[in-house]
C-alpha cells in the first residue's frame, strides 16, 4: 500500500482525538474502567501529549487529507518514545505502522511504548532488531516534571 506522511494539521485533530478514545477503550485493563472516568481521564492524557509529542500522519499521495493511519510519538533523551499507533481499519495488515515506525526509527534501535495495544504488540515481531520496551509509568512521569 502506497503513502506518504505528512505531521498532524489541525484540520486532524478531531479524527485523531475520536480514534483515540474509541479505539484505545477496547484494550485491556482500561476496558473495565467505566466510561465516565475512562473518557475524563483518557481525554485528559491524550490533551497532555497532544501538547509534547508529535504526530506522523499516513495519507494517500492522491489527497493528503484521507487518513489512512497515524503515530502519535516523541523523543525522549534521543530515544523514540511511541504513546500510541492507530490504522484505519480498512488499511490494517498492509503494514502501515511498521513503515511509520520504521520511518521514526530510522538508524535506532531502541524504542519505547507507553500504551500496550495490539498494533504494537504486532510489531515487535515485525521490526527486527529493536528493542522495544514497554513503560506505561513515562507518561505519569513526564506530567510530573
Known sequence: MEFITRLMTEDDK?????????SF???????????TLYYKGQSEVLDFLLEKANILVAVFPEDANEIMGYVLYQYVFDILVVHYVHVKYDHRNKLIATKLIEQLLGN?????????????TKLRHKIKGVIMTYDPYLI??????
Open 108 to 120: 535506532e534501535k531502541t524504542l519505547i511504548y507507553t500504551h500496550c495495544v495490539d498494533a504494537i
Open 25 to 35: 477503550k477496547r484494550n485491556h485493563p482500561v476496558k473495565f474502567a467505566p466510561p
Open 140 to 145: 505519569t512521569n513526564l506530567r510530573l516534571e
Open 14 to 22: 478531531s479524527f485523531i482525538y475520536n480514534s483515540y478514545l474509541e
